[in-house]
């Protein structure tokens, strides 16, 4: 990864090399903590933070599922986080927070460690590739399945989900694709190791709802949004697996993954193989929000 200068650490500003933590610490073990990824973006008018504040907001729900009181307010965290983009002088930048449970005692009980807290960000180009933006990925439904709503509070984005994650993400990559799409416990499609799915149906766009096990992602919200705007018919419904391999188009949003085009499922070839209008317009309207070519109506770029 492409370092930067400072980790902004329990509300201290630290060089990158030295914030690390002690091995015993709780969530080395058990993986304990909640995170966020947000995006920078650099444009003609400054830097801006897509939708920090919801970011934020999530992080705050997300360690409130896990009884983890974060030592600082919404706006403190809002704050610490332009500051630290600032002071690294960094343009476009992936932003990551992360609250921990740190070292205290050893044993499962987390009340006895100490809730912590970082901020990283630094230079990181798209997620599955310039290629894959352009010509799309190829994705497999993963033999692993997304963990079921009665398993692990799937609103919280804690680390401990995201070994499902890896299983999903190894799946895939020792198969040779991309990216691996996880189905709920009864066979719906839930969604990407770190990716919302939509597929094109009849120029309209679907995507599954929080029922299916996803994390309802800031950019799924965003694309569903546009998309209505744009006079696309939106609805978030369940898809069965099979709905993936007729749908005219489909894609995976993300924060880190941006909108990227999906060119196949399982061998079987979306579409033409070729990212589809409906794919493209969503994916130029988003593009020329973050990039700052066109106006942003919502509100969605913090100003760094
Ligand atoms: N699902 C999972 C499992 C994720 O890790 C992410 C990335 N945060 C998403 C969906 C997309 O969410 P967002 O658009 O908020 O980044």
Not at 49 to 57: A, I, M, Q, S, T
Not at 66 to 75: A, L, N, S
């Amino acid at each position: 990864m492409k370092e930067a200068k400072l980790i902004w650490m329990d509300g201290k500003l630290v060089p990158w090399k030295d914030a690390t933590i002690h091995v015993l610490s709780h969530v080395a073990h058990y993986g304990s903590s909640v995170f966020e990824g947000t995006r920078c973006y650099g444009t003609p008018k400054g830097s801006f933070c897509f939708r920090l504040d919801e970011h934020v907001k999530r992080l705050f729900m997300s360690a409130k599922i896990y009884r983890m009181d974060i030592p600082f307010t919404h706006e403190q965290v809002a704050d610490a986080t332009k500051l630290l983009v600032r002071e690294n002088g960094l343009k476009a930048c992936y932003i990551r927070h992360l609250v921990y449970r740190g070292y205290a005692e050893m044993g499962l009980n987390p009340l006895t460690c100490p809730v912590k807290m970082m901020i990283a960000a630094w230079e990181w180009g798209t997620y599955l590739g310039e290629d894959g933006k352009n010509k799309g990925v190829d994705v497999c439904i993963s033999s692993w399945q997304r963990l079921a709503h009665d398993t692990m509070p799937l609103l919280s984005k804690a680390g401990g989900h995201y070994l499902n994650s890896q299983l999903i993400k190894l799946d895939a990559l020792t198969n040779g694709y991309a990216e691996g799409i996880a189905l709920t416990t009864d066979g719906f499609v839930s969604e990407g190791s770190g990716e919302n799915v939509f597929i094109v149906k009849d120029g309209g766009i679907l995507t599954p709802p929080s029922a299916a096990g996803i994390l309802p992602g800031i950019t799924r919200h965003s694309v569903l949004t546009l998309a209505k705007e744009m006079g696309i018919k939106a609805s978030r419904q369940m898809i069965p697996r099979e709905a993936l391999y007729i749908a005219d188009e489909a894609f995976l949003t993300g924060t880190a993954a941006e909108v990227t085009p999906i060119r196949s499922v399982d061998r079987i070839t979306i579409g033409d193989g070729k990212p589809g209008p409906v794919t493209r317009a969503v994916m130029k309207r988003f593009d020329d929000i973050i990039t700052g070519k066109a106006a942003d109506p919502h509100g969605w770029m913090e100003p760094v």
